[in-house]
């Protein structure tokens, strides 16, 4: 199969004894970049927002991440769910409620996929300050200007963070 590019969002909400949101998304970034199919191309900054939907719970963190990647969409789908969300104890108990660890496919290549298990572009990323904030960051000719969108989410509370990935994403480049 041909190598296709795709963006992933990644957030995190629930802070342990062994782990902050932080290091769950430096460990869903590393696990993606672990995958013999996967190349992780870059990532954006950490952003910090209010929760969207069940509002009871803390912060999230949450960044979007450009991999390139010969898996098909759903292979990478099984991945995403069955290897780096539940490597990081990730537990479906509430909608939209607390996780460790989240990860969405937002795009796969121009493909356009509509099945009962996965829709891409992904369905809600337009309605999501969160996720277009950071795509814009990385890969600004997918986003048009943000008054043309209309958020569920205040775009004035996605708060930039200086937190990035760049030591993760540069460790795996020379892997091959």
Do not use: W
Not at 38 to 52: L, R
Not at 97 to 107: E, Y
Request: include cysteine.
């Amino acid at each position: 199969m041909a190598t296709v590019s795709s963006y992933l969002s990644i957030g995190s909400n629930i802070e342990t004894a062994s782990s902050s949101r932080f290091n769950y998304l430096q460990a869903g970034i590393r696990q993606l970049a672990q995958h013999e199919a996967i190349t992780v191309e870059s990532a954006s900054h950490v952003y910090e927002t209010a929760p969207v939907g069940y509002e009871n719970q803390e912060h999230f963190l949450n960044a979007v991440v450009k991999i390139s990647t010969t898996l098909d969409p759903n292979e990478l789908l099984r991945v995403c769910l069955d290897v780096v969300e539940k490597r990081s104890g990730r537990k479906r108990n509430i909608q939209d409620g607390p996780r460790t660890l989240d990860v969405d496919i937002l795009t796969y290549g121009d493909q356009i996929l509509s099945s009962d298990t996965l829709i891409i572009p992904h369905p809600k990323m337009n309605e999501r300050a969160f996720v277009i904030v950071p795509l814009a960051e990385i890969a600004p000719d997918l986003v048009k200007d943000f008054s043309s969108y209309d958020f569920v989410d205040s775009i004035d509370g996605v708060k930039k963070l200086e937190k990035n990935f760049y030591d993760i994403i540069d460790s795996y480049k020379d892997r091959f």
